[in-house]
């Protein structure tokens, strides 16, 4: 290819006549010949980079401006429920908003159930794949047996403890979290005295 390149430099663009009948022609510029374009034309299809034009044609413009559209509204979109919904400190009104605000306040993470199903896949994937393996040996049966059974204990270990640090983390916020959530309720709960005084209110009224 850099050869190719500095024989272009030298002739910018020679057809496959000129190129066959030249006898001092190199081995790059007969090869190109062979292949039916001039080497100029050989180049510039080798060379030639993907830009957003390119990719877009004559609505790159029109995407351009539509991206920037998305952005502005994105961007209006995330600061509005940044503010009304993150940042307010009293709980909304209904199931829904309540969940979008403890959602969005990272109070329900995801990260727990995903690295659960991760973490089964892989050891029932280490498992199954060592037991298998075992029948495969061939004329190498005990030592693909041991193999199988060292990467059936020290794989499923290594993996458990992998994992197991990784939760232990998130074990930690989900502590704190519910630490947290208790803490907030036995603020709004009333205390003995209001619940006697809420009674005796009942009781005046009847």
């Not at 990719?55 to 991206?67: I, K, Q």
């Not at 995330?78 to 209904?94: D, N, R, S």
């Not at 199931?95 to 973490?119: G, T």
């Amino acid at each position: 290819m850099d050869s190719a390149i500095k024989t272009t430099e030298k002739v910018e663009t020679r057809d496959v006549d000129t190129i066959l009948t030249d006898e001092n022609a190199t081995v790059d510029e007969l090869m190109y010949a062979s292949g039916g374009e001039s080497v100029g034309e050989q180049v510039e299809t080798t060379t030639t980079g993907t830009s957003f034009e390119d990719v877009f044609g004559a609505n790159a413009e029109t995407v351009g401006v539509s991206l920037g559209i998305v952005a502005l509204v994105s961007l209006i979109i995330a600061l509005v429920a940044f503010f009304t919904i993150t940042m307010k400190k009293k709980a909304p009104k209904g199931k829904f908003m309540n969940y979008l605000r403890e959602f969005l306040n990272f109070r329900r993470v995801w990260v727990a159930s995903i690295l659960k199903f991760i973490y089964l896949f892989f050891a029932t994937l280490l498992t199954i794949g060592s037991i298998v393996m075992m029948f495969f040996g061939g004329e190498h049966v005990a030592q693909m047996i041991i193999i199988c059974l060292l990467v059936l204990v020290f794989g499923n270990v290594l993996l458990r403890v992998g994992f197991e640090m990784t939760m232990i983390t998130i074990g930690l916020w989900e502590n704190t979290n519910d630490m947290r959530a208790i803490l907030v309720n036995d603020k709004e709960a009333p205390d003995e005295e209001e619940i006697v005084e809420i009674e005796e209110n009942e009781e005046t009224e009847e």
